[in-house]
């Protein structure tokens, strides 16, 4: 981990030196590659050498070629790399010059070592007498202190990251990928491959045009994304373009991520539990009907359940606009109804197999039948069924195998909502049974993916809890932080 002091002191200005003296290398090695291809190459290629020597000499010269274009490749793109590193940095340190001069101007001292501590010399004495008598404005300055401090942190732990991706991409762009036919090293030569990607976006995220925004980097790599991390990841480029800072769109793409699996997990959770219980009571009472799933707030505006007070708030009301949101009982009744065992089902709106209104009424009826809010509910489902379906479409055996827990909760989610839009539409005791299944495997899915991020949770919630009684003012503060910490993604 990087220190305040490292980052305020170190001379980046060597990384566009490195990077020169690079360019500098692949120049060279272009003028022994053309030294190399006019008196060697040539001399197995000449009339004066036959035979199955000059072949596999040949062969051989050509892989030699080969290296030396590969090497100039490697050259640039370590250059490149370099620069774009350099770029970054500089702006991470305006970053962190700006936050020390915020901090100094609300009052802060921040040390050579980078320690916040507030600036009792600007005081005088009077004041500081003031202000050690009240115990309420010394917690404030406290917190305050506390707030910069972990600020200025955030900024340094920036440089640990972005210095850890540089040294990932110098890692990943002299690996030795396998190039054309004449390549003959198979992963123990140079990188003939290293303009591709890597360095397009290493480019890219250290030019000055950051805020413009690239369309080209938009689109996704069908090679390493998926459709939904492309998603996430595309939401948050755009988020950082726009904004000009890549750490608002780190952030907005992990909020993307972390609060869809969030309401994921409650929607999947609410289903399993009330689908259960309705599943419970049906099978005490094989006459109930089930109500398809989801469709509590209809039912309570179309009047086929009530809660204390929900009569009165329902009355106020027009009845047309409670029909047309929550579904009409007499559509529902007079085309869904059906026979069993002798005994005439009438079901309500929200217990309407809507296909067998369809089919007696035709989609006009099934809509009516359906209302507003349990029509949306379905399109809401059908339609995130057919992304997860594009969604898993987009997975290979290699993404699969690097992501085994997110590929399982994709497939999990994917069924859950296939399995829901069906209990939405036929309401019956297999598609509800069906949704709650799913419903727990998606569930527990979830968690699985998000364990690491749910136990440090629990981690620094537990240590926020055992702060002890007596310092339990502190302790508040000192919690909150942890909480705050967590949910922070420069963390």
């Known amino acids: 981990m990087r220190t305040y002091d490292e980052v305020m002191t170190t001379d ?48 051989n010269f050509a892989g030699t070629q080969y290296e030396y274009a590969a090497a100039q490749t490697q050259a640039k793109a370590t250059a490149k790399l370099l620069r774009a590193g350099r770029k970054r940095f500089d702006e991470l340190k305006r970053i962190l010059d700006s936050a020390r001069a915020d901090a100094i101007e609300a009052g802060m001292r921040v040390s050579e070592q980078g320690n916040v501590g507030y600036d009792y010399d600007k005081l005088t004495a009077q004041e500081r007498a003031a202000l050690q008598a009240d115990p309420k404005a010394l917690q404030g300055i406290k917190e305050s202190e506390e707030s910069w401090a972990d600020y200025i942190k955030a900024c340094v732990r920036n440089f640990d990251e972005a210095d850890k991706d540089l040294k990932a991409s110098l890692d990943a762009v002299v690996k030795d990928s396998v190039g054309d036919k004449n390549d003959a090293t198979l992963g123990t030569g140079f990188n003939g491959r290293a303009t591709g990607e890597l360095v397009s976006a290493a480019e890219q995220n250290g030019s000055d045009d950051d805020v413009k925004l690239d369309l080209n980097s938009l689109l996704m790599d069908t090679k390493t994304e998926t459709l939904s991390t492309w998603s996430a990841r595309a939401q948050g480029d755009i988020v950082a373009r726009l904004s000009g800072n890549e750490q608002w769109g780190k952030l907005y793409a992990r909020y993307v991520t972390g609060a869809v699996s969030i309401a994921a997990f409650a929607r999947a959770t609410n289903t399993t539990v009330s689908g259960a ?59 869904g109804s059906y026979m069993k065992n002798g005994t005439l089902i009438t079901p309500t709106a929200t217990q309407a197999n809507l296909l067998r209104v369809a089919d007696s009424g035709g989609l006009a ?105 007596s310092d339990i003012g502190s302790g508040i503060a000192s919690g909150a932080k942890k909480v705050g910490s967590f949910l922070n993604p420069f963390d």
Do not use: C, H
Request: aromatic fraction near 8%; charge should be neutral; hydrophobic fraction near 45%.
């Open 12 to 59: 980046y200005g060597v990384l566009d030196t490195a990077a020169t003296a690079w360019d500098k290398v692949a120049a060279e090695l272009k003028k022994a590659e053309a030294r190399y291809k006019t008196t060697v190459s040539t001399v197995a290629t000449g009339p004066a050498w036959t035979g199955i020597a000059a072949g596999s000499a040949q062969n």
């Open 277 to 335: 219980f309705a599943l419970i009571q049906a099978y005490r009472d094989p006459t109930k009907l089930l109500n398809a799933q989801k469709t509590l707030y209809s039912q309570l505006v179309n009047g086929s359940r009530s809660v204390l007070g929900s009569g009165e708030l329902m009355n106020r009301v027009s009845p047309a606009l409670r029909t047309a949101l929550g579904g009409s009982n007499a559509v529902a009744a007079q085309y």
């Open 365 to 469: 009826n099934a809509a009516k039948a359906a209302g507003a809010m349990r029509g949306l509910g379905i399109v809401g489902s059908a339609g995130a069924t057919v992304y997860g379906v594009v969604n898993l479409s987009t997975y290979d055996s290699e993404k699969i195998s690097n992501n085994p827990d997110k590929f399982a909760s994709d497939l999990t989610g994917t069924a859950f909502n296939a399995s829901l839009t069906a209990a939405m539409v036929a309401p019956n005791p297999v598609t509800v049974g069906l949704a709650v299944g799913t419903g727990v495997a998606y569930a527990g899915a979830l968690v699985w993916e998000n364990r690491e991020e749910i136990g440090e949770a629990w981690d620094k919630t537990t240590d926020w809890a055992g702060d002890t009684a």
